[in-house]
C-alpha cells in the first residue's frame, strides 16, 4: 500500500507543528530542530514540515511505498509519463535512508517515489537539487 507524501517549508516550525497536530489530532512521529514529519492513516500521508528561512510553501509531493517491488512499479510509471526522470539510488535526506527517484508534473511540480529503509540521526541531503535548493 503507498501513501501520498507532501512535503512545505515553513517560517515558524513550532507554531506550524502545533497548527498541523491540531488539524491532524496527532502529534508528529519524528520532531527534530528542523523538521517535523508524520504518518498518517487517515488520509494516508507522509506529510513533513521543514523549517526555512528563505521560501515557504509546498516544495513537492511524492509517493511513498511499503516495499522495494512497489517501489519499481512506481519508478516504471513515472519513466512511461513522457517527462524527465532522474533516478537518484539510495541516499540519506530528511532523517531517512531510502532509495528515490524523481519527475515532475507538467506545471514543473517536483514528484518523488521512495521507499524507505530506515530512520537516521543524520539529516543528510539529496543527490538530486529538484527544487531550488530544496531536497526533501
Not at 511499503?66 to 540519506?92: D, I, Q
Not at 511540480?109 to 540521526?121: D, K, Y
Amino acid at each position: 500500500m503507498k501513501r501520498l507524501h507532501i512535503s512545505i517549508n515553513v517560517s515558524d516550525l513550532e507554531k506550524s507543528i502545533r497548527f498541523y497536530s491540531d488539524l491532524f489530532d496527532e502529534k508528529p512521529c519524528v520532531v527534530k530542530a528542523d523538521y517535523a514529519k508524520w504518518l498518517l492513516d487517515d488520509p494516508r500521508m507522509n506529510f513533513v514540515l521543514e523549517h526555512s528561512t528563505t521560501s515557504t510553501g509546498m516544495t513537492h509531493a511524492g509517493i511513498q511505498t511499503e516495499s522495494e517491488e512497489e517501489l519499481h512499479e512506481v519508478f516504471e510509471r513515472m519513466k512511461t509519463a513522457e517527462l524527465p526522470y532522474l533516478e537518484e539510488g539510495t541516499t540519506t535526506c530528511c532523517y531517512a535512508r531510502s532509495e528515490k527517484s524523481w519527475t515532475h508534473d507538467p506545471d514543473g511540480l517536483p514528484w518523488e517515489a521512495f521507499f524507505t529503509h530506515h530512520q537516521t540521526e543524520e539529516r543528510g541531503t539529496s543527490k538530486v537539487d529538484v527544487s531550488a535548493g530544496n531536497c526533501c
